[in-house]
């Protein structure tokens, strides 16, 4: 039998992406450790949500998460890279709706080079 390589290189990438969305959501995550912290500078998590504040967890979280999502890829060898360019078109077309305050994007790629760092 003979495979198209691009076939095959797409099917691997999609194969670390679904186990990159695995690793993200079963990633340790810190909120709910202390639910009223007031790092957001409000008395308690109820008036956080009622003048639109950012949780300070929600960043940490998704620090945490991402972290656990790119080291799968690097495990299985895609090229990535996280990107705030890529979360802020999301975020600016109203890809998750509108309470989605914060999104970073990972590109993947299976290159014969990281298509991602520019080394003039």
């Given at each position: 039998?003979?495979?198209?390589?691009?076939?095959?290189?797409?099917?691997?990438?999609?194969?670390?992406a679904?186990?990159m969305?695995?690793?993200?959501?079963?990633?340790?995550?810190?909120r709910?450790?202390?639910?009223?912290?007031?790092?957001?500078?409000?008395?308690?998590?109820?008036?956080?949500?009622?003048?639109?504040?950012?949780?300070?967890?929600?960043?940490?979280?998704?620090?945490?998460?991402?972290?656990?999502?790119?080291?799968?890829?690097?495990?299985?060898?895609?090229?990535?890279?996280?990107?705030?360019?890529?979360?802020?078109?999301?975020?600016?077309?109203?890809?998750?709706?509108?309470?989605?305050?914060?999104?970073?994007?990972?590109?993947l790629?299976?290159?014969?080079?990281?298509?991602?760092?520019?080394?003039?």
């Amino acid at each position: 039998m003979i495979y198209e390589e691009k076939e095959l290189e797409m099917e691997g990438v999609l194969q670390t992406a679904r186990q990159m969305c695995t690793a993200a959501r079963t990633a340790q995550k810190a909120r709910g450790l202390n639910e009223c912290c007031g790092w957001c500078n409000q008395a308690n998590c109820q008036g956080c949500r009622e003048n639109q504040r950012v949780c300070v967890f929600d960043p940490m979280d998704l620090g945490i998460a991402l972290g656990s999502a790119v080291s799968v890829a690097s495990m299985n060898h895609v090229d990535n890279r996280i990107m705030f360019s890529v979360g802020k078109g999301a975020l600016s077309l109203g890809m998750l709706g509108p309470e989605v305050k914060m999104i970073l994007g990972i590109p993947l790629a299976a290159a014969g080079k990281a298509p991602y760092f520019d080394r003039k």
